[in-house]
């Protein structure tokens, strides 16, 4: 019989806010199938709930952190140089997370070990690293959440810019890899069908992105040609 849990007396808990921007629906598509589709809130919903240390709850077992492990020496040397090269502030935090937050400039992404393989976890890491190019201090994209298009629309730069990126600094492309890649960008473009031109400015908006990217990946991997990789590149860090 497990445990019950409880909260320990005299435990203070803390006022957390989320917004809910939106939701699944089911539908019947053109093929008569059922399907689920996301629809965007013109009215997002604020949710608030209190969060509680761990350790002031009895009964709850500690949460297993994750483990290091080595990661293949080129894919590390890539991913090092990519963070170091980055405009924006990189943290690597011990969860199951990767976004970047345009209001600090700063890319939050989980260690390599929460991903599936090396290979994923680069180009999650371009991705978000993607979207730091739209910066207003940068190229000056427009990123909203309450308008699905844009929304729909950077999201697709940021995946179009990741596979370009890879491509040209020579990063091996796996068939798995680019079946994410093509099952992500499909998620989006159905958003893009009111503007079916607005493709050709996704295109040219990552094509800035990867140069942006590579520019600064390869004037770093110029200048530290003759030194040693950081290994503490990768320790979590508290977020």
Not at 54 to 65: A, H
Not at 68 to 84: G, P
Not at 204 to 233: G, H, Q, S, T
Request: with cysteine; glycine share 4%; proline share 3%.
């Amino acid at each position: 019989q497990k445990e019950k849990k409880k909260l320990k007396k005299g435990a203070k808990g803390v006022l957390c806010e989320k917004w809910i921007f939106n939701t699944e629906k089911k539908i019947i598509n053109e093929k008569g199938e059922e399907e689920k589709i996301v629809v965007y809130l013109k009215n997002p919903i604020p949710n608030f709930f209190i969060v509680f240390n761990g350790n002031d709850i009895e009964g709850l077992e500690p949460i297993k952190q994750l483990s290091q492990r080595e990661m293949d020496y080129d894919y590390k040397k890539i991913a090092t140089t990519l963070i170091q090269s980055s405009e924006a502030n990189v943290k690597i935090i011990n969860k199951h997370r990767a976004y970047y937050q345009s209001s600090i400039d700063t890319v939050f992404i989980s260690p390599p070990e929460a991903f599936k393989n090396d290979l994923t976890f680069i180009s999650v890491l371009i991705h978000e690293m993607a979207h730091s190019t739209g910066h207003e201090t940068r190229e000056n994209r427009t990123f909203s959440l309450s308008n699905d298009n844009n929304y729909a629309r950077e999201e697709l730069i940021a995946e179009f810019a990741s596979f370009l990126t890879k491509a040209e600094m020579g990063i091996e492309i796996t068939e798995e890899n680019l079946h994410d890649n093509a099952n992500y960008l499909l998620s989006w473009i159905s958003m893009l069908k009111e503007d079916p031109k607005g493709i050709i400015k996704v295109l040219d908006e990552a094509d800035k992105a990867c140069e942006r990217l590579v520019n600064n990946y390869n004037i770093l991997l110029e200048k530290n040609k003759d030194k040693n990789i950081n290994d503490d590149i990768f320790i979590p860090t508290d977020h």
